[in-house]
Nanobody
Framework: QVQLVESGGGLVHPGGSLRLSCAAS????????MGWYRRAPGKERELVAR???????DYADSVKGRFTISRDNAKNTVYLQMNSLKPEDTAVYYC???????????????WGQGTQVTVSS
């Protein structure tokens, strides 16, 4: 069984910063892509950022230059450093990872439970 556990959400003023963490645990052989998605009230879930096992990154246009995704492969952990936060960044943020749990098997898509980020004065 695999679990993704997020932490680091909260309430922050506009212009502030937060750092999200997501640790994967369980019967993990390999992790391919890891990423962060978010769902704002009344909107569809959207990709925020993702990072490959080799460190290649991809960002939504709305967060480029403000957010930085990174990962620690030894700890099976992905991070999202969020700077210059805006009210429109308010959402539930979800961690996602493509994980191999069995040799000869396929990578499965796993999700965290979500962490609330609220940007408000």
């Amino acid at each position: 069984q695999v679990q993704l556990v997020e932490s680091g959400g909260g309430l922050v003023h506009p212009g502030g910063s937060l750092r999200l963490s997501c640790a994967a645990s369980g019967s993990i052989l390999r992790i391919n892509n890891m990423g962060w998605y978010r769902r704002a009230p009344g909107k569809e879930r959207e990709l925020v950022a993702r990072i490959s096992s080799g460190g290649s990154t991809d960002y939504a246009d709305s967060v480029k230059g403000r957010f930085t995704i990174s990962r620690d492969n030894a700890k099976n952990t992905v991070y999202l450093q969020m700077n210059s936060l805006k009210p429109e960044d308010t959402a539930v943020y979800y961690c996602n990872a493509d994980i191999l749990i069995r040799w000869g098997g396929t990578y499965y898509d796993y999700w965290g439970q979500g962490t609330q980020v609220t940007v408000s004065s």
